[in-house]
């Protein structure tokens, strides 16, 4: 009879521990999709991206990278001055992005019509005016297959550039000051720049359902730790001792000032252009600092490489994992525990749960490049420990 | 048959290689003395990557600026041979970071100058009559080395001698106006200056020489 009680004890405990285990496992893959989806960084985005970085450098399997499908347009020398004012009173002059040039740049793309797509990351904030402001916005406004940038907090100086505009924003925070998080759909459910190239050249989008976001009938991710496959390390890459090849090109010194012997339709066949201030316009990330552009157009890869996609093998391996970190922690059991030999006991003394984790981080990212989120699986199996050890000093007091 | 199929086949190979080759056109230059294949650089000129470019004898940073006509990329080809720029594993794992003004960055310099010669200072040094110190590092003619020391309530800067990667430090260094400062322990910040983009970039401070007196000779 007591052998019996105690059979019946031991599976009551197994079947509790079972769905206790499942449950949680369960409940960090979701809460890992729903806060993955805010704009919000995790502090380790920034460190994982980082580890890994320097583990693929160390093994030499990284190195600068642009696709000849990208053409990186660099405005940081095309300057222009024009009038500034602060609540209507002049007061002096500020430094933008030359729109005469731009407007040049602009009127021979639309005559060519031969790109795949302009991207041009330069802010038409409002009350800054030229005289070229005019010709331009109707430039834009009527040409195919380009986005300009916008921001959440800021207005245009045209209303009517609105439709060929999209976000060019991240969020940081308290803890986490540096870009490592991009959201596609952001305010409002608006997209951003990668976002409308995407859905402008590949014909699909994220739409939003509830809690839950869709993209070609699949469930996907609105924000992603982002990998910058695509860098440009140095102005030039060195052929051989005595050849440089651009890693871009100069709007003014480049592109238009050799347009009667390399005609500006020639260099936009086919491309992507990227049109921003690479020396300036930079962001901390886990490279160090990356032009603002570079990070949209990696954006833009991601998306086209589906890496927004929900990735339902990786969440069974996920689920198992979390399944059996979960059990033990139920079962109070460690890993070196249950090692027969000290010398394997010693070994997995070291195993702790965010150890596993970043192991598990590591072959994901190696094998797929997908970079998966540590810091909500350790952050609940710290609270599960916490809220039990609560309850059992608690239980115990009452003795 | 067989002679006709050798020169056919010799005849494919050639066009192959034709194939293969890379034209540019020259887009610029900033030196019309520049030979491509024996004649005088010209922008709208097409040349391949077989064709030999004579650079002009004494005229440092001649540059030509073409097109890949097959890539449809720009690039430079450069009188002065570089060298690539690979880290080692410890540059991987760790970084120097600079909190001085001097540390901007200059575009176009070996950045590999600086960091080199940072490790070939040690910290304290005996000057008795010249001192030469090795770096292995040879300085571009835009770059010079500029040692700084307060005497007094002055401060004092002055560019070092560098020949074939030997840095000298004599007692020139204490010389102003051909009058001779008699310092004793003096502390010597390195910089390199560009005078190219009239910049200067950190190296090392906290050099510690000890001047032994002329008269202790």
Known sequence: MTKFTFLLSLRRHFTIKLCGAILLSIGIIAASYFIGNSDIPMPDEMKVLRTFDRFMKFSGQYE???PDSILLVNVCYDKQLVDYSVHDIPVGQFVITDREKLLQFLTAAYEADNYRYIMMDVF???NIESPQDSALFATIRKMNRIVIANHVDSHLSDTLLKKKSAYADYTVSWKVTKFAHFQFLREGNEPTMPLRIYEDLAGKTIKKWGPFYFSDGRLCKNAITLNLPIRVEDDYSLETPNILEKRYEFLGADILAHDSIYPISMQLEDKIVIIGDFMTDVHDTYLGPQPGSLICINAYHALQQGDHYFHWGWAIVQFIIYFIIGYFLMSRLTFARMMPNIFLRMLFFIFSVPSILLVVALIAYVTTGYVYNMYIPTFLYWLYQFIYNTYRKAKMNAK | MKIHSLILLIFTFFNFSILLADDYKV?????NDVLIDGKKVQVGATFNDKSVITWTKGVERQAIKAVNTKT???CLFVSQSMEKNSLTA??????????STHAAYQEGMDISIPIKLRKSFEENYELLDTLIIDTNVKLPSSL???????????RISKPLKTDNGQIVIDRKLFSIDGKALQPRDVTLTFDLYNKDIDMYTFIKGDVQ?????ETAK
């Open chain 2, 27 to 31: 887009l610029f230059t900033n030196s």
């Open chain 1, 64 to 66: 600068d990278n642009l």
């Open chain 2, 90 to 99: 410890l540059e991987i794992l760790t970084a120097n970071k600079h909190l």
């Open chain 1, 124 to 126: 038409f904030e409002h």
């Open chain 2, 209 to 213: 020489l000890m001047v032994i007196p």
């Open chain 2, 72 to 74: 449809n990329k720009m």
């Open chain 2, 144 to 154: 010079s080395l500029i040692a700084t020391y307060t005497y007094g309530d002055a």
